[in-house]
């Protein structure tokens, strides 16, 4: 089956409730309470790196938002929410988004990128589990993966993460 073209472009204010929809739609109920929410709260997310992607009649296929954190005395990114609609799961459109935000958070000047999620899918795009690096509780460390945007950029940097306004 031939499947239309995807568009990707940085999330605008009219997108939001779209995506929160998305959102509310890929993940189970509740998926506010996460901890990685704890620290996102009353921050702004990333501007540049937030994407939308959608096919060639508008409709939205997927979409990514990402937001700063603090790794002990460093900075990340926290890449996530990540989420591909049910009817096109599997075409490659998160890895669309993933690759569009790696280059673009190296672009911008962010050493170090984050995430919470499966190692089996994220290990493809480069990420690994980080040692002492520790996300709110609960939190299964075996999910806390990263990836070095520069090379060296997570070698020593372990503690807490926080809130980038704390
Ligand atoms: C996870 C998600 C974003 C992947 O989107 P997608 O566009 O289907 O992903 P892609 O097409 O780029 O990649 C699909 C591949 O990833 C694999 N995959 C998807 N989720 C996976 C997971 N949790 N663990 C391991 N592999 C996974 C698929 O089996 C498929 O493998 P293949 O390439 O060998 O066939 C999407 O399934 C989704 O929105 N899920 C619900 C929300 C969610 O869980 N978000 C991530 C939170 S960490």
């Given amino acids: 089956?031939?499947?239309?073209?995807?568009?990707?472009?940085k999330e605008g204010a009219q997108d939001w409730w779209e995506v929160e929809a998305l959102y509310d739609l890929c993940f189970a109920p509740g998926r506010s309470a996460l901890s990685s929410y704890?620290?996102?709260?009353?921050?702004?997310?990333?501007?540049?790196?937030?994407?939308t992607a959608r096919?060639?009649?508008?409709?939205?296929?997927?979409?990514?938002?990402?937001w700063p954190v603090r790794v002990g005395s460093q900075t990340a990114v926290l890449l996530g929410p990540i989420a591909v609609h049910?009817?096109?799961?599997?075409?490659?459109?998160?890895?669309?988004?993933?690759?569009?935000?790696?280059?673009?958070?190296?672009?911008?000047?962010?050493?170090?990128?984050?995430?919470?999620g499966d190692a089996p899918y994220y290990g493809r795009f480069g990420f690994t589990q980080l040692e002492g690096v520790l996300m709110?509780?609960?939190?299964?460390?075996?999910?806390?993966?990263?990836?070095?945007?520069?090379d060296g950029a997570w070698d020593g940097v372990t503690g807490p993460v926080t809130a980038w306004h704390d």
């Fill in 86 to 116: 049910p009817t096109r799961q599997g075409e490659g459109v998160a890895s669309l988004l993933m690759q569009a935000c790696l280059t673009q958070a190296k672009a911008s000047g962010w050493d170090r990128i984050m995430l919470v």
């Fill in 1 to 9: 089956m031939q499947q239309s073209a995807l568009t990707l472009a």
């Fill in 55 to 66: 096919d060639d009649a508008g409709i939205l296929a997927g979409a990514v938002r990402n």
């Fill in 136 to 150: 709110p509780p609960p939190t299964n460390p075996q999910r806390v993966l990263g990836l070095a945007l520069q």
């Fill in 38 to 51: 704890r620290l996102r709260d009353g921050v702004d997310p990333i501007a540049d790196l937030c994407l």
